[in-house]
């Protein structure tokens, strides 16, 4: 097993590689010019003098140059990881990603481990007690929860728990309030608390109906099994039946979605992020591709697949652990 994976860790180079080369060449063949665009702020016509600025604004940047060789400089860069400058501020991004990246994680990380904590016993609630009124209420109700855009929601949260015009129960600004930088630790833990809930909730709604379908779902082939049958003829009871041979069994499916979920950590949310002012990835993202920052892109694209080729070597990880069946190597 260690040979495989030291083989799967070999081949995230050049799968790495690839990516950030068609990255590069859809990003560089998108409609619209950093320089353009960083003139186009202040409000300046592109005529005369302004055309010799934007000439060279393009070799100041190196975008005048060559793709391929655009290419090499920024691979050169990143083997030292060395992300280069924002084409928009001139800050180096390292420091972006140090500001924003902790936030995301914060808030799409506690969002994942809740709905992987609320699906998993909601599916198999709904597998172990079928065509029951419970079931019938809850399968509805997922479906619900399921079916609602998380940017209506976000929105509906605002207006009716937010200071809106009804009540004014959580906050919708950012993750701190004002001043509390002054206030006791324990002080501030709840505040920031306070400030997550909405934002989570709406994160995690959707997540955990998608997950306790897939956990429903898995848990019924896993229980038509003839060994399950056979536990069962044993005399062992249902709850050690369910939960000693067939939820392991049953968690495969769920650990797939592991890779999928794990970019989200890096990435944010653009809607919810946007929504309630939270200054994360999502945020940071959509800048970024407003304004044609391509090194901030860059960054932002290679983490992202980063992170997505370490989901899948961590989800195949997984997969040994919840079934025993599973060898690799052999």
Known sequence: MRGYFVKRLLLIIPTLLGISIVSFILIHLAPGDPAELKLAQNDQRITGDIAEQLKETRELYGLDRPLYIQYFSWLKRIVTFDFGESLRDHRPIIDKLKERLPVSIELSGISIVLAYLI?????????????????????????????????WLATMAIIYLGGGDFWNVFPVFGLTSNNSATWPLWQ???????????????????????????????MLEIIRQDYIRTAKAKGLSERMVVYRHALRNSLIPIITLVADLLPAVVGGSIVIETLFSIPGMGQLSYEAVFTRDYPLLMALFTTSALVTLAGVLIADFLYVLADPRIAYGQ
Not at 129 to 147: C, N, Q
């Open 119 to 151: 699906a998993i016993p909601l599916g198999m609630y709904s597998a172990t007690h079928r065509f029951t009124i419970g079931e019938r209420i809850l399968t509805v109700l997922l479906f619900g929860l399921y079916s609602i855009p998380n940017f």
């Open 188 to 218: 501030r833990v709840v505040d920031e608390g306070w400030h997550l809930v909405l934002p989570v909730g709406c994160l995690t709604y959707y997540t955990m109906a998608v997950l306790s379908r897939y956990m429903r779902a898995s």
